[in-house]
C-alpha cells in the first residue's frame, strides 16, 4: 500500500500562483508516473498532467504554459506548479501514483482562486 499526501492548496487570487506538494510513501523513482488531476463541483475528475518516470512531463492543453510539474526523488516528492490562476482552476487537486498495475490516488487538496 502507498500513500499519497497532497498539501499547498487554498485561496488565491486570478493572476496568482500555488505549489502544490504530493509526498509518497514510496520511492517515486520505482513509479512508472505520476500525476495531477483535478476535480471541479459538477465535473468529471481530468488530467492536469503527469510526469514519467523517465523524466517526460505532460500538461494538458488548459494550463499549458501555466502549470508545471516537477519532482524531488530524494523527498519523494512531486510539485504541481501553477501560476496565472483562473477562477476555473478552482477545483480539489489530486495526486495519483503508479506502481505496477495499481494506481494510488491522494485525499486532494482544494484550490480556489477568487476572480
Same mark, same amino acid.
Given at each position: 500500500?502507498?500513500?499519497?499526501? $497532497? /498539501?499547498?492548496?487554498?485561496?488565491?487570487?486570478?493572476?496568482g500562483?500555488?505549489?502544490?506538494?504530493?509526498?509518497?510513501?514510496? /520511492?517515486?523513482?520505482t513509479?512508472? !508516473?505520476m500525476?495531477?488531476y483535478?476535480? !471541479?463541483?459538477?465535473?468529471?475528475? $481530468?488530467?492536469?498532467?503527469?510526469?514519467?518516470?523517465?523524466?517526460?512531463?505532460?500538461?494538458?492543453?488548459?494550463?499549458?504554459g501555466?502549470?508545471?510539474?516537477?519532482?524531488?526523488?530524494?523527498?519523494?516528492?512531486? #510539485?504541481?506548479?501553477?501560476?496565472?490562476?483562473?477562477s $476555473?482552476?478552482?477545483?480539489? #487537486? #489530486?495526486?495519483?501514483? *503508479?506502481?505496477?498495475?495499481?494506481d #494510488?490516488?491522494?485525499?486532494?487538496?482544494?484550490?480556489?482562486?477568487? *476572480?
Open positions: 500500500q502507498v500513500q499519497l499526501v $497532497e /498539501s499547498g492548496g487554498g485561496l488565491v487570487q486570478a493572476g500562483s500555488l505549489r502544490l506538494s504530493c509526498t509518497a510513501s514510496r /520511492s517515486i523513482v513509479a512508472n !508516473a500525476g495531477w483535478r476535480q !471541479a463541483p459538477g465535473k468529471q475528475r $481530468e488530467l492536469v498532467g503527469v510526469i514519467t518516470r523517465g523524466g517526460g512531463i505532460n500538461v494538458a492543453d488548459a494550463v499549458t501555466r502549470f508545471t510539474i516537477s519532482r524531488d526523488n530524494d523527498k519523494n516528492t512531486v #510539485y504541481l506548479q501553477m501560476s496565472r490562476l483562473k $476555473e482552476d478552482t477545483a480539489v #487537486y #489530486y495526486c495519483k501514483g *503508479s506502481w505496477g498495475l495499481t #494510488y490516488w491522494g485525499q486532494g487538496t482544494q484550490v480556489t482562486v477568487s *476572480s
